[in-house]
DNA sequence: TATGATGGATAAAAGGTTTTATCAACCGCC
DNA sequence: GGCGGTTGATAAAACCTTTTATCCATCATA
């Protein structure tokens, strides 16, 4: 079908190993003439020779392709932005270094080594690594490295993790709201999502901020965002003391705005809303929102120059990179004192005194 | 490295031939007896032994892989949402047919030929194609075969295309505004954009719609949204009669809000704002965007079941299926006799007549 | 007892490249 | 005239799989 260095070659009148030799500089030992090199440029040049890839790969066992591993990739345009974020920053990284992209999804937990192992790839980025023991043991020992990006790195990694201090980010939330003046902030959590490790660690985050400034935080202060949105609607009405919410990602944070406005609550002057990944969609929301950020296109690239290092200098101990959030204040967040008093009491007094008394934590 | 054929059937103490035939169904006249197969099986098992797909390709040429091409691959986050939804798309399809999808971005098209011949991919979807002639030529010549995704097809086309009634799409546009009772439309393009077959379709479909509504439409009426929108702001500030606008797509559409908010112009209380392309995006804006809807996931897929056909069945002539569009009207417009009368003179008193005598035509 | 199926299995080629080892020719030099 | 070095080039193995052609029994049939 395809013309091959053998049709070159023949063209030329010299041997495939020549051709080789010229064409892609192939054969250390492999000398020749000028005048031969000319011949078989203008040969190749002449069939429109493409070089075979795949055969090449075969024989070097390297395809210069690198996988990027979505759990479930059918979500991409109706799930939260930093998927595509994530996309975006390895295929820059990727392109930039003439490396090809090429994209897993759905891949069963059971055939993971082979998915990984079957020589299409010389290495995998994988968003959103489940935490099951057996297929981190796997993705360990598979025969190309594996680099886990946006995944909250457990206590002993068998792979290296590049992620954001997803702790951190969500102390930052409270550390914002709580210098707003608000006194009690809900948590929206999303059904199905709430044992991964990323959820866990901001909720530990929020606790954890809440506790050290004095804040009050019981279970009463989480809410489950489900399909039908009925926790937050029965929240909602029961007409609740909190005066900030903090939602733990991008779109359930949509979600609670568009919410409110629906119930002719106003975002900010009757509550103050944050999210978590704060990227392309929260500028267009109305108001904008106030999210954490994380630098995920600056992760992926990471990531990506990870595999590079390691297919160029061998693999390395796993590391583990975690980035800092920073807060990007938009519409949805205002001081408690523009709360009008319509709708809620002000509760926000009624904890003032022991905040002041806390107020060198934060 | 790996396991192999070879390694596996040592194992069994079977030849190759035996172990490719069990393992892969490879090679009908060969026949292995039951215990043989269950020995092969185990010793599979046992050595974990995974294919070797480069191989595999080597020898028959296939790959089960599809590339989805794009020119700038780069403004994928940055861009119109509805790359997303095409790659979204293309994936869902390819997923559940057991291809992979390898991406491409800023092939030279210099080198298109060589990206698309060298072995790795059995076929191509190309988003956005370029108009040039010899790039044309050389994708039909193509090894592989490649289908056009989201672009207007050209009188005599080389390829197979799948794209929406762009021209039809405008006239939507027209129509639905026309019936709120507005009789100037600006028509705002992006720079750079405005030779693209897709935006030339647009505004032809405009151009033509306004002329059979009676609507008046000089050059006037097109204006560019450049960089810093200074072509806008010039527009806005000489306190243009338009009541409505309808920018070439959605993120200009979006750019065009903003602005009208930061100018305190309410959409669509004085203006109305209609957008081409309707994705996630436009119901996140304030106000809802009312856009033009090509059944872009469709689209996509439906590209993707053409290779699989094509290469299942062998080439067809190149056809062109075009998708028309509907409009989905959100909040973004209104009729005109909401239009407060504060900030521009009423103009579309002025065209009344003439629009009547010309009422039966759209 | 040939003849012909049939079941069970293998050898070997092919696919296109990379790379090592080998070879021929030539030159210069003792 | 034999030796070492250099230049220019090639043959052939290896990468791992698929697939065709071949082979050897065995068994039934005429």
Not at 15 to 44: D, N, P, Q, Y
Not at 186 to 212: H, K, N, S, W
Not at 240 to 252: I, K, M, Q, S, Y
Request: charged share 25%; glycine share 8%; aromatic share 6%.
């Amino acid at each position: 079908m395809g013309v091959t260095l053998k049709d070159v070659a023949e063209a030329a009148g010299v041997s495939i190993t020549a051709v080789s030799k010229v064409l892609h500089g192939s054969g250390k030992s492999v000398r020749i003439a000028k005048e031969t090199e000319t011949a078989i440029r203008e040969a190749a040049h002449r069939l429109q020779y493409v070089p075979n890839s795949v055969a090449r790969s075969l024989r070097t066992s390297r395809t210069r392709t690198i996988g990027l591993v979505f759990e479930n990739f059918g979500s991409l345009s109706e799930g939260p932005m930093y998927y595509v974020l994530m996309l975006d920053g390895v295929a820059q990284e990727l392109f930039r270094n003439h490396y090809r992209l090429t994209i897993l999804a759905e891949v069963s937990h059971k055939h993971v080594g082979g998915a990984l192992s079957d020589g299409r790839m010389d290495g995998a980025i994988w968003c959103k690594l489940p935490m099951e023991e057996e297929v981190l043991a796997q993705l360990a020992q598979s025969r190309i490295p594996v680099v886990a990006l946006n995944t909250e790195a457990p206590a002993n990694p068998l792979l290296t993790y590049v992620s954001c201090d997803n702790e951190g980010g969500a102390r930052l939330v409270v550390e914002h709201l709580y210098a707003l003046g608000h006194r009690r902030v809900l948590y929206v959590m999303e059904i199905g999502e709430d044992d991964t490790p990323d959820a866990t660690a901001r909720l530990r985050g929020f606790r954890r901020a809440c506790q050290e400034a004095g804040l009050p935080f019981s279970e009463d202060d989480i809410v489950f965002w489900d399909r039908d949105a009925s926790q937050f609607a029965d929240w909602w009405r029961s007409g609740p003391p909190h005066t900030g919410v903090f939602a733990w990602n991008e779109r359930v944070a949509g979600a609670v705005l568009r919410r409110a406005h629906e119930s002719g609550v106003h975002v900010p002057t009757d509550l103050s809303v944050v999210g978590f990944d704060s990227t392309p969609f929260c500028e267009t929301t109305s108001p904008p929102l106030t999210a954490v950020r994380q630098p995920i296109l600056e992760m992926a690239k990471h990531a990506a120059r990870i595999l590079f290092d390691t297919l160029d200098n061998g693999p390395d101990e796993p590391r583990v990179f975690t980035y800092p959030c920073t807060l990007d204040v938009r519409g949805s967040t205002a001081p408690t004192s523009m709360v009008r008093r319509t709708r809620r009491k002000p509760v926000e007094t009624s904890n003032g005194p022991i905040l002041d008394a806390e107020r060198g934590h934060p």
